[in-house]
C-alpha cells in the first residue's frame, strides 16, 4: 500500500491541517502495517507557478523537447508518477482566503495534464487517474460545513471537483473548523479527530 502525503501548510508542527492529517495518516497505517508514505511538503518545496514554458512542454512531443523544454516537463512527470504510483493520497488543505494554498494549486496545475491524467473522448472528458483514494484534511479558521459561511467555501467542493476531472471520485473530507472562533477552537481538534477515528472504525 502506497501513501503519497501533500503538506501544504507553512506552520510545521503547528499547523492543524498538518496535525489532522496526520491523524489519518496514523489510522492508514494501522489499517496497512506496510504501508509505504511519500511525504510531499510543498509549502517548503514549492512546484513552480505554472507557465507558458510548462504548458509548452506539455503539448511538444518527447522527441521534440528541447532542454529547456524538458526540465519544465520534469516537475509534472515526478509529480504525476508519485501520483499514479500511489494507492491513497492524504493532502493537508489550509484554508486560504476561502481556497486552497496556491502551494497545492500549482500541485494540481502540474497534475491535470491532457493525454498524462486525463483525454478528451467523442463522449466527453475521462480521467485516467483510476482506483485511488483520497483524504483531505481541511483546516479553516471559520466554519463552513454548515451555516452562513457554507457557499464561502471553495476548498473541499473545488479540489473534489478537480480530482473527480482526472478521475480520483473517491474522495473524504475531514476538517478542523472554527480554529479562530474562540468557544469553538478549543475543542475544534478533538472533535475533528474523534471523527477521523469513528470513520475508520467503520
Ligand atoms: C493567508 C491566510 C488566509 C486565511 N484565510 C482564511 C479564510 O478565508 N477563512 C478562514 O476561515 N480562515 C482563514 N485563515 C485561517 C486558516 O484557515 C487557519 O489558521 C488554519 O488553521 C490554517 O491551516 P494550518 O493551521 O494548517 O496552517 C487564513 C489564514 C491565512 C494565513
Redesign the pocket.
Known amino acids: 500500500m502506497k501513501i503519497l502525503r501533500l503538506v ?4 510545521g508542527n ?6 489532522l492529517g496526520n491523524t489519518v495518516v496514523e489510522m492508514i497505517k494501522a489499517q496497512y502495517k506496510n504501508a509505504d508514505i511519500i511525504t510531499r511538503n510543498l509549502a517548503k518545496n514549492e512546484m513552480p507557478h505554472f507557465n507558458d514554458v510548462h504548458f509548452t512542454s506539455f503539448i511538444t512531443p518527447v522527441e521534440n523537447l528541447s532542454d529547456e523544454l524538458k526540465n519544465a516537463v520534469s516537475h509534472s512527470d515526478k509529480a504525476v508518477k508519485e501520483l499514479i504510483d500511489s494507492d491513497i493520497i492524504v493532502i ?8 486552497i494554498p496556491s502551494s497545492l494549486k500549482a500541485w494540481i496545475d502540474h497534475i491535470v495534464r491532457a493525454g498524462v491524467t486525463f483525454r478528451y473522448t467523442e463522449n466527453g472528458v475521462e480521467g485516467l487517474v483510476q482506483n485511488k483514494k483520497v483524504y483531505l484534511a481541511i ?6 460545513s454548515e451555516g452562513p ?1 457554507k457557499e ?1 467555501d471553495l476548498t473541499e467542493k473545488y479540489i473534489k471537483n478537480i480530482l473527480g476531472f482526472i478521475g480520483i471520485t473517491d474522495v473524504t473530507a475531514f476538517r ?2 472554527g ?2 472562533i474562540p468557544g469553538i477552537k478549543e475543542s475544534a481538534m478533538s472533535k475533528a479527530v474523534q471523527i477521523v477515528e469513528n470513520t475508520f472504525s467503520l
Not at 493537508?92 to 481556497?99: A, C, G, L, R
Not at 483546516?139 to 463552513?144: D, E, K, L, Q
Open positions: 501544504t501548510s507553512f506552520r503547528d499547523s492543524q491541517s498538518f496535525q493537508d488543505v489550509p484554508m486560504y482566503n476561502f481556497s483546516a479553516s479558521g471559520g466554519i463552513y459561511m464561502y478542523v473548523e480554529v479562530a
